[in-house]
C-alpha cells in the first residue's frame, strides 16, 4: 500500500495540463496500481497458504452445510485419512454420535454472527478410537459481509489430558495418604484406607496389606480390599516369612519388587502361574514395605482380574506411594508404641490412686489426701471439719461390721485391720472400698493415732457380684424348661446387681408379635403397661426400633416419660435391652435403678452379657417345647404309619425293615432281613434295574431325595405297586454308607390312575370329535351368515332403490295423499335402517374370526384420536368430555379403537338430551396386577339394571327406536372384540342417572416397551 501512495503522489506531481496527457496518465497509473495490488494479493495468499500447510494445528474450511470444502495435511493425519477424501464429506462423519446435535447447534450459533469461544470436542479417528481435542472456529465473510465459509482450528489435547490425568492422580493419593495418617486410629485402619484409595487410584479389583512381626516370623493380614466380590476372604490366614507357596512371601524375602508383566520378573514368577490362573488373576504388583534401614515392615499387593497393562509411569508412582506408605507406616506404629505407653502409665496410676488418712484415737481427722472427692463425693475439708463424720457416710448395713473392727483397732496396741464394706457417697452412688488401717502408739504403747489407706473397689465388686450373679443365672436356666419360671429366675437375678432394684420382662408372641409383660420385680403394672405403649419418645419403643440398648438417665425420663409415673416409681435411671435370639428380637429386658442417676458402663456390658445369656435359654427353652412337641408327633406318626421304613447298606442289602411290611408285601421283617427271601426277590424282575440306577444316581448326588414308583411281588404272588422315597447317609468322612428311606403302597392310586387314563384318552377323543363338528358348525354359521348378510343386500337394494323413485313419482303428482308419501318415507327408512343391521351383523360375525395382533398402544393418543373423529357432534352440542391419564396396554389398535367408538358413540347418544353432556373417560385401580380397568361414564338417561342380562345380547335395545336410534349389534360387538383380547366388559348404570361401561384390558410392562423400541 505504501508503493501505491507515493506512485500516486508522483503522478499527481507530473500532471499536465493538456487533458489527453492526462488521461494517459491517469489510465497508465491505474494499471500500474491494479498489478501492484494482484502481487500483494498472491503475496498474501501464498503466505496464508504457507500458514494453512505448515501450522501444527488442524485447519477445517467447512461450507455453511456442515461439509468439509478443505482440510490441511495435518488434520488429515489426526484423523487417519487421505485429506482428498475427507473433502466433501459432512463433518459429523468425523465426530462421535452423541456429540452430533452439539455441533449442529454450534454451527447455528457461528452463522447468526454469535461469538463462540474455544470449547471441546471428540473426534473420531479412522481405526475407531476417539480423542479429545479443542476447537476454534470463526466465520469468514465475503465482500458484502455475509458468511461465506467456516474456518476451523483443531488442537488434539489428549497429551495434556492424559497429563492432568497423572497429576490429579498423583495429588488424589498424596492426599489419601495425608488424610489416612492424620485419621487412621491404627495400623489396620491406616492400611485399609491407603490400599483402598490407592486400588482405586490404580485401576486394580482387589488388594492387600501384609503386616510383618519379626518375633514371629509371620506376615500378617490387616487390611484387603475386593471390588469385584465386595467381601473379604476369610481364608486370608498369617503366612510365614519362608512360605514357597506366596508371591508376598518371595517378595518379602527377596526384598524387591515383584510384577506379573515385568520380563526379569518371569523367572522367579513361573511357579506361581498355575496357581494365579485358578484364582483367576491376570495381573499384580507385589511390594515389599522397607524402613529406613532396609528392614521389613510389610508387603503391599495389588491384584487384577482381568488382562491389564501396568506401565513404567505407573511402577514410578508406585514406588513413590510406596515409600510415602513407609513414612506413614512408621509414624502410626511410633504413635501406638507412645500410646501404649501411655495407657500401661495411665493404668499404673489409676490402680494407686486412693484416700491416705490419719485420724486421732477418737477419730477426729488429722488429715486427707489423694482422691477423696472421686472415691467420696466430698471434699479434703468438708472431711477434715467433720461434715460429714465418716461413720455417717458408711453403709447402714455394714455399719455394727465397721465399729466392731474400728474398736479393735482403738484398743489393741499395734494392731492392724483390713475390711472391705460400702459407702454412700455425696451425690447419693453406692460405692465398695477396701480399706488398710493401723493404730500409731506412743512410747507406752498406748495408740494415739489410727492412719490408713482406703481405695475403691467398687468395679472389682461389682465384677465379682455380676460373675456370681451370671454363674448362679447359668446354672438355674440350664434346668429350667418352662419360659415364665426362667424368666422370672432372671429377672431375679439381675435385681440382685448393687444398682439395680427392679425391672421387667416383656416376651416376643411369635404368632402375633406383640410384646406382652411375662415377669415383672417391684414395678407397678400401670408403669409396665406405659412403657410399652408405642412412643417415638419412649426409651422402649427406642429399643425396639434401633436394635440397640437405650440406657436413660433422671432427666432422660422424666423429659421421655409422664414425670408423675417416675416420681411415683422413684425411678432414676432405666435400661431397656433388646434380647435376641437368631438375629431375631425375642424379648426385652426393662431394669430400674432407684439409687443412682445413670447406669454405670461396667454394669451396662454386665447387663448386655446377661441378656445374651437370656436370649440362648430362650432360644433352648423353645427348642427343648418344640422337641418334645415334635417327638409327641413323631410317635403319634409312627403309631400311624401306614407304609414301610427300611435302611440298606452300600451294597443294598436291608439292615432294617419295619411298619406296614407283612400288610404291603405278605412277608413278615425277619424274613426280608435276615430270612432267605431278600429284597431284591421281592421287586419286579422288570423293574430292578432301573431302581438300582436310581440309587447310584443318589450315590452321585448325596444331597438329593431320591424317588420312584415300582413294582413288587407279594409273598403270594401278588402284584403292588410301591412308591419309595430314600435318602443318602454320610460316613463322618463323608461317603455315602447307604440309605434311609420309606415305601408306601400305592397299589390302588395306579389302578385308578389307569383307569382315569382310560377315561382321559375317551374324553379327549370326544373333544377332537366335538371341536371338529363345532369348527365345521362356526364354518357354516360364517358361511351362512355372511351368505344371508349380502343376499340379503341386492333385494333391499332394490326396494330401497323403487321406494326412492316411488316417492320422487308421487311427490311430482299434485294432491297426492299424503299418507302415501309417509308410508313411502317409512319404506326407505326401514331400508336404511336393515342395512345398519347387515352391517352390524357383518361385523359382528367378522370379529370371531378376524387376525389378531398384540402391540404395545398410547391408550391417551388413541382416546384423543377417537374423539376427533366425533369433532363434528362435539362442536354441535354443549358437551364436557374429560379424559384422565390412561397408561400404555397391550393389544390390537384397530380393534380397541372399535370399542372405544362403540362406547363413546352410545355415551353421545344417550346425552343427546341433557343441555351439557357429561363425558368422562379414565381408569380404576384392577384386581388382576396385568390389567388396567378403563371406564366411560355419561350423565345421559342410563337404563334399568333389572333388564341388565339383555344388555350385551344381539339385537337387545333396551329403549325404544323412536326415542334413540341403533341397531343393538353394537355392545354385543365390542363384549366380543374385548373377550377375544383377553379382557372383560361389564356395566352400572341408573335411570336418568347416567350409565357407566368397564372393561378390562392387559397392560403394557416396560418388557414390551423395550422390545417395541428394539424392534
Given amino acids: 500500500m505504501v508503493k501505491v501512495e507515493r506512485k500516486k503522489e508522483e503522478s499527481t506531481s507530473k500532471n499536465s495540463k493538456d487533458p489527453q496527457v492526462n488521461q494517459e496518465l491517469d489510465e497508465s497509473e491505474g494499471t500500474e496500481e491494479i498489478d501492484l495490488l494482484k502481487q500483494e494479493l498472491i503475496e498474501t495468499e501464498r503466505k496464508a497458504l504457507g500458514l494453512f500447510e505448515l501450522t501444527n494445528d488442524a485447519i477445517f474450511l467447512i461450507d455453511l452445510d456442515g461439509n468439509y470444502l478443505d482440510v490441511n495435511q495435518r488434520a488429515a493425519e489426526m484423523l487417519g485419512y487421505n485429506r482428498h477424501d475427507m473433502i466433501g464429506q459432512s463433518k459429523l462423519n468425523f ?127 490387616v487390611a484387603q480390599e475386593d ?24 517378595a518379602a524375602r527377596e526384598k524387591r519388587a515383584l510384577v506379573s508383566s515385568r520380563f526379569e520378573d518371569r523367572k522367579l514368577l513361573a511357579p506361581f502361574q498355575e496357581r ?94 489423694g482422691a477423696v472427692k472421686d472415691i467420696t463425693g466430698y471434699s479434703e475439708d468438708e472431711l477434715l471439719f467433720w461434715n460429714p463424720r465418716w461413720q455417717t457416710i458408711v453403709h447402714p448395713n ?20 483390713e475390711l472391705e464394706y460400702r459407702i454412700i457417697r455425696k451425690d447419693g452412688q453406692i460405692r465398695w472400698i477396701h480399706e488398710i488401717s493401723q493404730n500409731v502408739c506412743d512410747e507406752n504403747r498406748i495408740p494415739i493415732y489410727i492412719q490408713g489407706a482406703i481405695n475403691d473397689i467398687s468395679e472389682r465388686k461389682r465384677a465379682e457380684n455380676m460373675q456370681t450373679i451370671q454363674q448362679d443365672l447359668g446354672i438355674s436356666l440350664s434346668s429350667l424348661t418352662n419360659l415364665k419360671e426362667a424368666l422370672d429366675s432372671v429377672l431375679k437375678a439381675t435385681c440382685r446387681i448393687d444398682i439395680i432394684e427392679c425391672g421387667s420382662i416383656h416376651l416376643v ?105 437370656i436370649g440362648g ?51 413278615l421283617s425277619e424274613e426280608l432281613v435276615v430270612g432267605k427271601s431278600s429284597r431284591d426277590e421281592i421287586i419286579h424282575p422288570y423293574d430292578l434295574e432301573e431302581l438300582n440306577n436310581k440309587l447310584k444316581e443318589s450315590t452321585n448326588s448325596p444331597s438329593n431325595i431320591g424317588k420312584h414308583e415300582y413294582r413288587i411281588i407279594t409273598k403270594d404272588g401278588q402284584i403292588r405297586w410301591v412308591q419309595d422315597i430314600w435318602q443318602p447317609l454320610k460316613d463322618e468322612i463323608g461317603t455315602v454308607a447307604g440309605f434311609l428311606g420309606s415305601m408306601h403302597n400305592i397299589t390302588d392310586r395306579k389302578l385308578a390312575q389307569n383307569e382315569i387314563q382310560k377315561l382321559y384318552q375317551d374324553l379327549e377323543r370326544r373333544v377332537e370329535d366335538r371341536t371338529e363338528q363345532l369348527t365345521a358348525t362356526n364354518k357354516e354359521l360364517s358361511a351362512f351368515s355372511y351368505s344371508v348378510s349380502h343376499d340379503l343386500r341386492t333385494p333391499i337394494r332394490h326396494i330401497g332403490g323403487f321406494a326412492t323413485l316411488l316417492e320422487k313419482r308421487i311427490t311430482s303428482i299434485e294432491g297426492v295423499d299424503k299418507k302415501i308419501i309417509s308410508y313411502t318415507q317409512k319404506i326407505i327408512d326401514s331400508v336404511e335402517e336393515m342395512n345398519k343391521l347387515i352391517d352390524g351383523l357383518l361385523t359382528f360375525s367378522r370379529m370371531s374370526r378376524v387376525e389378531m395382533v398384540k402391540i404395545r398402544i398410547n391408550f391417551t393418543e388413541l382416546v384423543q384420536d377417537v374423539l376427533n373423529d366425533f369433532q363434528v357432534e362435539l362442536g354441535n352440542r354443549k358437551i364436557d368430555v374429560t379424559v384422565s391419564f390412561l397408561p400404555d396396554v397391550l393389544g390390537d389398535p384397530s380393534l380397541l379403537r372399535l370399542i372405544l367408538v362403540n362406547l363413546i358413540a352410545n355415551a353421545l347418544k344417550f346425552t343427546k338430551k341433557r343441555d351439557i353432556a357429561e363425558i368422562e373417560v379414565g381408569t380404576m385401580p384392577s384386581k388382576d396386577p396385568d390389567k388396567i380397568t378403563a371406564f366411560i361414564r355419561d350423565n345421559g338417561v342410563g337404563f334399568d339394571m333389572k333388564y341388565y342380562d339383555r344388555l350385551f345380547g344381539v339385537f337387545q335395545r333396551l329403549h325404544k327406536n323412536e ?53
Avoid: C
Avoid at 297 to 323: C, H, N, W
Avoid at 401 to 412: A, D, G, Q, T
Avoid at 625 to 637: N, P
Fill in 276 to 369: 494365579m490362573k485358578e484364582l483367576g488373576i491376570h495381573a499384580f504388583i507385589t511390594w515389599p514395605i522397607l524402613d529406613g534401614n532396609n528392614r521389613l515392615l510389610g508387603v503391599l499387593q495389588l491384584v487384577s482380574y482381568a488382562p491389564k497393562e501396568i506401565p513404567e509411569e505407573d511402577m514410578i508412582f508406585f514406588q513413590t506411594i510406596a515409600r510415602m506408605f513407609t513414612v506413614a507406616l512408621e509414624r502410626k506404629r511410633a504413635e501406638e508404641a507412645l500410646k501404649e505407653s501411655e495407657e500401661k502409665y495411665r493404668s499404673f496410676a489409676q490402680n494407686f490412686q486412693g484416700i491416705a488418712y490419719r485420724t486421732k484415737i477418737d477419730w477426729t481427722p488429722v488429715f486427707f489426701h
Fill in 617 to 667: 435359654a430362650i432360644a433352648r427353652i423353645r427348642a427343648e417345647f418344640a422337641l418334645r412337641e415334635s417327638d409327641e408327633k413323631y410317635r403319634t406318626f409312627v403309631q400311624n404309619f401306614q407304609g414301610i421304613a427300611y435302611r440298606l447298606n452300600n451294597q443294598n442289602e436291608l439292615l432294617f425293615f419295619a411298619g406296614a411290611v407283612e400288610e404291603i408285601t405278605g412277608y
Fill in 398 to 417: 455394714d455399719k455394727e461390721y465397721v465399729s466392731k473392727m474400728e474398736n479393735e483397732l482403738r484398743i489393741i496396741p499395734g494392731h492392724v485391720i
Fill in 509 to 613: 408372641d411369635k404368632e402375633t408379635g406383640f410384646l406382652n409383660p411375662i415377669s415383672t420385680k417391684e414395678l407397678s403394672k400401670e408403669f409396665t403397661d406405659k412403657i410399652s405403649y408405642y412412643s417415638t419418645e419412649s426409651p422402649f419403643t427406642k429399643a425396639i426400633m434401633t436394635g440397640q440398648p437405650i440406657y436413660s438417665d433422671f432427666n432422660d425420663l422424666i423429659q421421655d416419660i409422664d414425670e408423675n409415673i417416675i416420681k411415683n416409681e422413684k425411678l432414676h435411671a432405666l435400661a431397656n435391652i433388646p434380647i435376641y435370639s437368631e438375629d431375631k428380637i425375642v424379648a426385652m429386658l426393662t431394669l430400674g435403678s432407684r439409687t443412682s442417676d445413670t447406669i454405670p458402663m461396667n454394669t451396662r456390658r454386665t447387663l448386655e452379657i446377661i441378656s445374651s445369656i
Fill in 95 to 221: 465426530i462421535v454420535e452423541d456429540e452430533h446435535e452439539s455441533s449442529k447447534e454450534k454451527l447455528e450459533d457461528l452463522l447468526a454472527g454469535r461469538i463462540i469461544p474455544i470449547y471441546t470436542r471428540r473426534f473420531k479417528r479412522s481405526n475407531g478410537t476417539v480423542f479429545p481435542a479443542e476447537v476454534n472456529a470463526a466465520v469468514v465473510q465475503d465482500e458484502e459481509g455475509e458468511p461465506e465459509y467456516i474456518q476451523s482450528a483443531v488442537r488434539d489435547i489428549s497429551e495434556r489430558l492424559e497429563a492432568e490425568e497423572a497429576l490429579e492422580r498423583e495429588r488424589r493419593a498424596y492426599h489419601l495418604i495425608a488424610e489416612a495418617t492424620i485419621f487412621a486410629v491404627d495400623i489396620k485402619d491406616l492400611g485399609q484406607r491407603i490400599i483402598s484409595g490407592i486400588t482405586h487410584i490404580l485401576g486394580f479389583d482387589a488388594s492387600t496389606f501384609r503386616l510383618y512381626d519379626p518375633d514371629t516370623g509371620l506376615l500378617y493380614p
Fill in 227 to 250: 471390588f469385584v466380590q465386595n467381601v473379604p476372604d476369610p481364608a486370608v490366614v498369617p503366612q510365614p516369612l519362608d512360605s514357597p507357596n506366596h508371591i508376598f512371601a518371595l
Fill in 963 to 1015: 326415542d334413540f336410534e341403533g341397531t343393538g349389534i353394537g355392545l354385543a360387538t365390542v363384549q366380543r372384540v374385548i373377550r377375544r383380547m383377553g379382557g372383560t366388559i361389564w356395566a352400572e348404570s341408573e335411570i336418568d342417572k347416567g350409565a357407566t361401561f368397564y372393561f378390562s384390558i392387559l397392560k403394557a410392562s416396560d418388557d414390551e416397551k423395550e422390545k417395541q423400541e428394539e424392534s
